[in-house]
T-cell receptor, first 113, second 110 residues
């Protein structure tokens, strides 16, 4: 158990819909990272927040957005969902903004039908 | 970020040492080498990282060549639970974003 929690574990929805994935980092960790893992793209970095502010952006689509709240939990919002958005979405946390050791959550499996 | 090259798959006998190689010939002086592993769709797990010197922790050892163009992750006594995809990552960013490649699928066999 990494100490990072993600909800929900599974999510099934339809194309065009919007969903919110939630992540609670380890106690005391200020950085939160989001990654997407699909069969054809592998593990891809999406975005990082540090203490409420966006720090780094990867291959995140404009239909996706994220935020980190004052209590440090983070949400990843995915809208206008397409079949290709079906993937495992992982959240990770680390104490510092340059996370040498990141602790990953168990992931949310999103299926878009 | 420097690119890494890893063999797609390797086998190892249970109880033996698993040596996983990684080439990073374009690595620059301030880039760290990280190793993570992912066991069957679970979240990736940090193993070890290093810059120049060899490193050891309770999970593994990391051997970095003197020219830093390659490294080897060593699992000293592999168990069946070490069966996973192992990722070698080189990073110099000011943040912690990790760029994962395809990794090496290590199969530990009884």
């Amino acid at each position: 158990d990494s100490g990072v929690t993600q909800t929900p574990k599974h999510l099934i929805t339809a194309t065009g819909q919007r969903v919110t994935l939630r992540c609670s980092p380890r106690s005391g960790d200020l950085s939160v990272y989001w990654y997407q893992q699909s069969l054809d793209q592998g593990l891809q970095f999406l975005i990082q927040y540090y203490n409420g502010e966006e720090r780094a952006k990867g291959n995140i689509l404009e239909r996706f957005s994220a935020q980190q709240f004052p209590d440090l939990h983070s949400e990843l919002n995915l809208s206008s969902l397409e079949l290709g958005d079906s993937a495992l979405y992982f959240c990770a946390s680390s104490p510092a903004y340059r996370g040498r050791e990141q602790f990953f959550g168990p992931g949310t499996r999103l299926t878009v039908l | 970020d420097a690119k890494t090259t890893q063999p797609p798959s390797m086998d190892c006998a249970e109880g033996r040492a698993a040596n996983l190689p990684c080439n990073h010939s374009t690595i620059s002086g301030n880039e760290y080498v990280y190793w993570y592993r992912q066991i069957h769709s679970q979240g990736p797990q940090y193993i070890i990282h290093g810059l120049k010197n060899n490193e050891t922790n309770e999970m593994a050892s990391l051997i970095i060549t003197e020219d830093r163009k390659s490294s080897t992750l060593i699992l000293p006594h592999a168990t069946l639970r070490d069966t996973a995809v192992y990722y070698c990552i080189v990073d110099s960013s000011n943040t912690g974003k990790l760029i994962f490649g395809q990794g090496t699928t290590l199969q530990v066999k009884p």
